[in-house]
Structure formats: structure tokens, C-alpha cells
């Protein structure tokens, strides 16, 4: 990979859905080197612009690759100490039982259960939070109502250059942006805006001020898309280390046609291994950058992942290089629409 401790550093931060400041500094030091204009709106996105050369062709791209990562937020703290939290964006509860979490504070704990996993299908309100407190009085000197928690737990090496980290979900995309923006020299035909967006997991909230601000002509969103090649409780044909996938379509979008010819053509001409995205579960802010303004042309970058939404996704490195390669290749397109 290009710079893999990146990725690495990229998924041992935390940045729970609507508190992404620390993964938001880490991508900011980054790209400042690199970058012609950098800001942070309102919301929290992260824009950074890298100019084009210009002239008639010349088109506004944004890429978009959300900070945010799955957790928890504590709704109430019983008086033997255990700790009741809600969902920020979408646990399963089946993969969150017995797994670690960290609060911000750096306070450690583990997900229990009232009952048997199987008995709690699926509701998040039926787990806790163990952070070895004895009492409601011991709990609140660490942990209070409204304080948040993710998932905790190392980057691992696996056989045949695939990896393991919590929230490759979405900082693959990340490091795909940031990758992706060093290799840009100026010379690209078209103005490159690498948007960090917040809250994606949340509803793809932090993307639509960003397009609204932005006016793309295309937006694409950078993102992993659920794994078909091994039992799970999806049907489809994304596979791993079967290159990088382009979407068609997923619940909330259809990818505008030209983009994702465009996007073809690309990995064709550059020789970048690729596979057709349609997932019939989930979406990505390719949605919320489609329907804003009057329209955006839309179109998704996705890296096929193992266990998505657990503290054990695991992706291809080969995939995730992929990526990098076709948002620069796209980056260099000159659309003829």
C-alpha cells in the first residue's frame, strides 16, 4: 500500500457520529500540504479544494467520504453501575455483545446483555455497557448521560493482503481521499473538492450542506459496500479482491449512467482491476449529493468489506489501491457532457 500507517492511524481514531474532531484534525494535518483551499463548515465537513487547470470542460467534483464511525451514547447509568446506551447509526447487536468499546475519555468497557444474544433480537436496548464501576455513584465519576463510545480494537495483518480494523467504515475513504489528493498536481482538468463529511452513518446529513455549499456537477461517494463471497445474510456479487466496484445502484440512489461509464472507461483504459456495485441494503451519500440543489449527477467508489459495521471488517488491500487509483484516474477525465 502507499502509505499503510496511515490507514492504520486513520482507524484507531475515534470519531463517533457527530464527534468526529479528532479524526477531522488527523485528516486536516494531512492534506494542508497539499491542499490550494481548506475549510471546515458549520457542521463539521472538512472541504479541501484542489484547482484544475480549467477551461470549457473543466468540471466540479466532489468526492465524499464520511469520518463519522458507528456507537454508542449512554442514555442512563443503573445504580449497579452498568451502563445503557443507544445506537449512533447502526449497531447490530449481535456483533456489539462481548466486544470492547472506549468513551473519549479514554474509560474502557465491555457489551453485555440482559438475557441470552438470541433472546434480544437484535434490540440495542437490551445490551449494556461494563466498565468495571460498582455503583451508579462509582460509574458517573467516568462516564455521563450523553457521552459516547465506539468500538475498540487493533489493526491486524491477515493471509493474502487483506486487513482487519474497526471503522475501515468508512476511513478506507479516507485514506482513499488523502491518497488520492497527493497524487494531484495541478494539472487534473477539473476542480477536485475532497469532502470529509460527518454524520453518514446517521443519515448522510454532513454531505448535503457540503453539495449545497459545493454545487457539484458530479458527486461521488467514496465508501465500503457489504461483502457477497462468504455466508452472511446478503445475496449479491461483491467480492473480495475482485477489484474496486463502482456502484449502480443501491435503496437510496441510481448512479447516473455517464458517470458510471465514465468510470468504466477509466479503469479499462488504466488498467484497474474493477467489479459492477447494485447492493439492495444500505446507501451512501451518493444520495444526499444527488438529490441536492437542482440535481447532482451521482456515482459511488465502494471497497468490498467483510463484517461491516463490527469492530472486525476486513477488506483487500489490492481494493482499497484500486480506489485510490480510480479517483485519480476520474479526477483526470475529461467529461464530455
Known amino acids: 500500500m502507499r502509505e499503510e500507517e496511515l490507514l492504520r492511524k486513520l482507524t484507531q481514531a475515534q470519531g463517533i457520529a457527530g464527534f468526529e474532531k479528532e479524526v477531522r484534525k488527523l485528516i486536516e494535518e494531512e492534506a494542508a500540504p497539499y491542499a490550494d483551499e481548506m475549510m471546515t ?45 443507544c445506537n449512533l447509526g447502526w449497531n447490530w447487536a449481535g456483533s456489539a455483545y462481548n466486544s470492547r468499546v472506549r468513551f473519549r475519555n479514554g474509560i474502557n468497557g465491555v457489551v453485555g446483555c ?32 450523553g457521552d459516547v463510545c465506539g468500538y475498540d480494537g487493533p489493526y491486524m495483518q491477515l493471509l493474502n493482503d487483506r486487513i482487519c480494523a474497526k471503522t475501515l467504515d468508512n476511513r478506507i475513504g479516507c485514506y482513499q481521499l488523502l491518497e488520492a489528493l497527493k497524487e494531484n498536481d495541478g494539472s487534473c482538468p477539473n476542480d477536485i473538492y475532497y469532502v470529509f463529511c460527518v454524520q453518514e452513518e446517521l443519515g448522510c446529513r454532513g454531505s448535503k450542506p457540503a453539495a449545497a455549499r459545493i454545487q457539484p456537477d458530479i458527486g461521488i461517494a467514496v465508501d465500503i459496500t457489504p461483502a457477497h463471497d462468504y455466508p452472511c445474510d446478503l445475496e449479491g456479487s461483491n467480492t473480495v479482491d475482485e477489484g474496486i466496484a463502482i456502484k449502480f445502484s443501491d435503496p437510496s440512489v441510481v448512479c447516473d449512467e455517464d458517470v458510471v ?18 447492493i439492495d441494503k444500505g446507501g451512501t451519500d451518493a444520495s444526499s449529493m444527488n438529490l441536492s440543489g437542482l440535481g ?42
Open 114 to 145: 440482559m438475557g441470552s444474544i438470541e433472546d434480544a433480537k437484535n434490540d440495542i436496548g437490551k445490551l449494556y455497557i461494563d466498565i468495571g464501576a460498582t455503583s451508579k455513584e462509582d460509574a458517573e465519576k467516568y462516564v455521563k448521560v
Open 41 to 85: 463548515d458549520a457542521i463539521g465537513n472538512l472541504i479541501v479544494l484542489k484547482k484544475g487547470t480549467g477551461g470549457a470542460q473543466t468540471k466540479k467534483i466532489m468526492f465524499a467520504a464520511h469520518m463519522d464511525e458507528i456507537g454508542f451514547m449512554v442514555k442512563k447509568i443503573e445504580a449497579d453501575g452498568r451502563i445503557r446506551v
Open 261 to 278: 461509464s465514465a468510470m468504466v472507461e477509466c479503469c479499462e483504459e488504466n488498467h484497474i482491476k474493477y467489479q459492477r456495485e447494485v
Open 296 to 337: 447532482v449527477r451521482a456515482g459511488g467508489i465502494v471497497v468490498v468489506t467483510r463484517y461491516p459495521h463490527s469492530q472486525s471488517a476486513v477488506a483487500s488491500k489490492k481494493d482499497i489501491e484500486a480506489g485510490v487509483d480510480l479517483c485519480t484516474a476520474i479526477s483526470r477525465h475529461v467529461f464530455q457532457f
